[in-house]
């Protein structure tokens, strides 16, 4: 999933700015940047005692020390494009870190991906 989501945000310009989307963690410059990670899956069809799908969870931080309702629109049509579902009740409200002076704000999708199985 992480090179699907790479392949997605390669390049990733919101309003003319390059956005960094990054696995975790964030460690270059710039005051607007996205992280990424796996959350949870759960199991969504099982047959034969295989499991043929299960439904993965990812969170992207958005992390920002301006506005970042453009960049958040732009991820969701992003993901939308590729086959992911935008989660809102696992998704995170508007948040502001004292400590750092970013703007915050999670947004959870998923996607289900198929098993290979033994048979």
């Given at each position: 999933?992480?090179?699907e989501?790479?392949?997605i945000?390669?390049?990733?310009?919101?309003?003319?700015k390059?956005v960094?989307?990054?696995?975790?963690r964030?460690?270059?410059r710039?005051?607007t940047y996205?992280?990424?990670?796996q959350v949870?899956a759960?199991s969504?069809?099982s047959?034969d005692?295989d499991?043929?799908?299960?439904?993965v969870y990812?969170?992207?931080?958005v992390y920002?020390?301006?506005?970042?309702?453009?960049?958040?629109?732009?991820?969701?049509s992003?993901?939308k494009?590729?086959?992911?579902?935008?989660q809102?009740?696992k998704?995170?409200?508007d948040?502001?870190?004292?400590?750092?002076?970013?703007?915050?704000t999670?947004?959870?999708f998923?996607?289900e991906?198929?098993?290979?199985t033994?048979?």
């Amino acid at each position: 999933m992480n090179n699907e989501i790479e392949k997605i945000f390669k390049d990733f310009t919101v309003n003319g700015k390059k956005v960094p989307v990054s696995f975790l963690r964030y460690n270059g410059r710039e005051t607007t940047y996205v992280t990424y990670q796996q959350v949870d899956a759960d199991s969504e069809f099982s047959a034969d005692d295989d499991l043929q799908s299960y439904v993965v969870y990812y969170d992207f931080d958005v992390y920002s020390k301006q506005n970042y309702l453009a960049i958040t629109e732009a991820i969701k049509s992003s993901l939308k494009a590729n086959g992911w579902r935008y989660q809102p009740g696992k998704s995170s409200g508007d948040l502001y870190e004292d400590e750092t002076g970013y703007y915050h704000t999670t947004l959870n999708f998923s996607k289900e991906k198929g098993e290979i199985t033994n048979g």
